[in-house]
């Protein structure tokens, strides 16, 4: 591997590996950022943001919330009111299909989209493990949802309003250099609906751009990778193999990634290397670090806690078999339970086992039966 693209990488990790070595010292550090911006919003001043300095002071300053708790203040914020939740003006807004529950709006600034830039962690981490620099070389298969479906109104100016996974991937295409085929502009322009037929175009486009390239990796919904390889084999007798010689998948958006969708997924893909992102449309919090089925937490970026039912702790103090209610602090969201359910495999790792539900502890550990014996 080219020695300068392995100094690049490093440098663009060290951060995340640095959280990794000491996580108390960098929730900290985090927390006093995540502070200082707080301070300078409604809610944040409502809350005592620039009297809080411990950890105890600002789960005492600060309630545990959820996206229903916060809905009425993002409205306004939707109707124009900024500086309610955000320190800073939103260059756009992330949705979500309501696939695991309501369907959000989720405001985006230039800080929490410069974070977004995590997704390529995963990425490069690898390259830099493994020495597979020539995944590099060829093209991302870009199976994404639209960067933009329409715009918000806020105040005078309109702020694009798109999903998630296309917001990520058009800006880490953008910051990393990636290839996208094909670009995320070509998927935006076929608007934002989510019918049968809808995602029949994209594939169709997706496979027309994409047929003749040098095809390494696909990053993006796990569902959708799926999704896509049952539209080729329906269509055009083929599967993925059949057409690329992929390195590697990165799946995110839904949990059992290694027990339950990775034998598919090679199935139709190859003998990929897949890697497991976990985050949301609220961020990207976490990653694989090696070949361990787990993903290890971004404890540079995000200020994560857990309710584990009889207590609030921090995530890197949760022991070996622990689950917990994952409660996360972002740049726009303080203290923001996120609806899922995560388990402690032994520091740094981690997995999200599912949504928070009833009897989802028993599912999971009936699937976990099911499909690791």
């Given amino acids: 591997m080219n020695q300068g693209f392995r100094g690049i990488f490093r440098y663009r990790l060290q951060p995340w590996y640095d959280g990794l070595e000491d996580p108390a010292a960098a929730q900290q550090a985090v927390l006093e950022r995540l502070l200082s911006d707080y301070a300078r919003t409604a809610y944040g001043r409502e809350h005592g943001a620039a009297e809080v300095h411990t950890i105890a002071d600002y789960r005492r300053a600060f309630p545990v919330v959820t996206y229903a708790d916060l809905e009425p203040l993002i409205r306004r914020v939707m109707a124009g009111e900024t500086s309610l939740l955000l320190p800073e003006p939103p260059v756009a807004w992330g949705m979500t299909r309501g696939t695991t529950g309501q369907s959000k709006s989720v405001p ?73 085929v ?116 971004n404890y540079d970026l995000f200020f994560f806690e857990v309710d584990t039912g009889r207590e609030v702790k921090m995530l890197h103090e949760m022991r070996r078999g622990e689950i917990g209610s994952l409660v996360v602090s972002t740049p726009v969201f303080p203290r923001y339970r996120i609806g899922d359910l995560v388990r402690c495999f032994g520091a740094p790792y981690y997995r999200c086992i599912g949504r928070e539900r009833p009897l989802a502890r028993l599912r999971y550990a009936l699937e976990r039966l099911i499909h690791w014996g």
């Avoid at 070389?137 to 994404?144: D, K, R, S, T, V």
């Avoid at 639209?146 to 953008?174: F, K, L």
């Avoid at 070509?186 to 027309?208: N, P, Q």
């Avoid at 390239?213 to 796990?222: A, P, Q, Y």
């Fill in 182 to 297: 094909p670009v995320q502009e070509e998927i935006d322009a076929l608007g934002g609906r989510d019918s049968e037929a809808d995602w029949r175009s994209r594939f169709a486009l997706v496979y027309e751009r994409a047929r003749e390239e040098s095809v390494t990796m696909c990053i993006g919904v796990t569902q959708t990778m799926l999704r896509f390889a049952r539209f080729l084999r329906h269509r055009y007798g083929l599967y993925p193999k059949d057409v690329w010689r992929m390195q590697l998948l990165g799946c995110t958006s839904i949990a059992g990634i290694h027990s339950k969708y990775k034998p598919a997924l090679r199935a139709l893909y190859g003998p990929v290397e897949v890697l497991e992102i976990y985050g949301a449309t609220e961020g990207i919090f976490a990653q694989q670090l090696d070949e361990r089925p787990y993903v290890v937490p």
């Fill in 108 to 180: 985006i600034t230039s800080t929490d989209l410069e974070m977004r830039a995590a997704g390529s962690r995963v990425l490069l981490n690898y390259v830099l493990r493994s020495g597979r620099d020539d995944v590099l070389q060829g093209a991302c298969l870009n199976l994404n949802y639209p960067a933009q479906v329409d715009t918000v109104q806020m105040g005078g100016r309109e702020v694009p309003r798109g999903y998630s996974s296309g917001i990520y991937a058009r800006y880490n295409a953008e910051r990393s250099n990636l290839w996208l």
